[in-house]
């Protein structure tokens, strides 16, 4: 999708496995800064750089015009195809410097106490589905939720 002349919006589709028999659908965007060289924001999950690679070519330029790449965060749908983006273009990959160690698979990052960290909870049936996502931080009991705890649900 085009936001300007300059800005496009790109989704991309995926799968989340719940269990053998069930998938929850899902997308990601990915946005592509268009001057005289290419800007991504954000990457998509692994293997999204051909769909990338075609939108851009698709605009007339080339995905080796890809110079830099901004991750929003290091969540899998965000980050996924960075590596592999870097690895044929040569592109820089900027992100807030505490969620390297996240991204970097090679990393040797350990979970230290007072850490905080996002949790990502999907709940689904048939009918219905729900996600949401929690601040969490670890002490040395074990992992503390951040948020205000559901207290019950009421039907509506």
């Known amino acids: 999708m085009i936001v300007t002349d300059k800005i496009h919006q790109l989704q991309i589709e995926f799968e989340i496995p719940v269990n053998p028999d069930t998938k929850i659908s899902r997308f990601v965007n990915v946005i592509?800064?268009?001057g005289d060289k290419i800007t991504l924001i954000d990457t998509g999950v692994k293997g999204s750089e051909a769909a990338i690679f075609e939108y851009i070519q698709q605009h007339n330029r080339k995905y080796t015009d890809?110079?830099?790449?901004?991750?929003?965060?290091?969540?899998?749908?965000?980050?996924g195809?960075?590596?592999r983006i870097k690895e044929l273009t040569g592109?820089?990959?900027?992100c807030h410097k505490l969620e390297k160690p996240w991204i970097e698979t090679s990393s040797e990052y350990k979970l230290q106490e007072n850490m905080t960290f996002q949790v990502d909870t999907f709940?689904?049936?048939k009918e219905f589905g729900l996600r949401w996502e929690t601040g969490a931080?670890?002490?040395?009991?074990?992992?503390e939720l951040l948020s205000?705890?559901?207290k019950g649900i009421v039907e509506l």
């Not at 890809?66 to 980050?79: A, E, K, M, N």
């Not at 592109?91 to 900027?94: A, D, E, I, L």
């Not at 931080?137 to 992992?143: C, D, E, H, L, Y």
Request: proline share 3%; net charge positive.
């Open 32 to 34: 592509l800064v268009f």
């Open 66 to 79: 890809i110079d830099r790449v901004i991750l929003s965060h290091s969540h899998p749908d965000h980050v």
């Open 81 to 83: 195809s960075a590596a």
């Open 91 to 94: 592109c820089q990959v900027m």
């Open 123 to 125: 709940v689904r049936d």
């Open 137 to 143: 931080v670890i002490k040395k009991g074990g992992i």
């Open 148 to 150: 205000d705890k559901i």
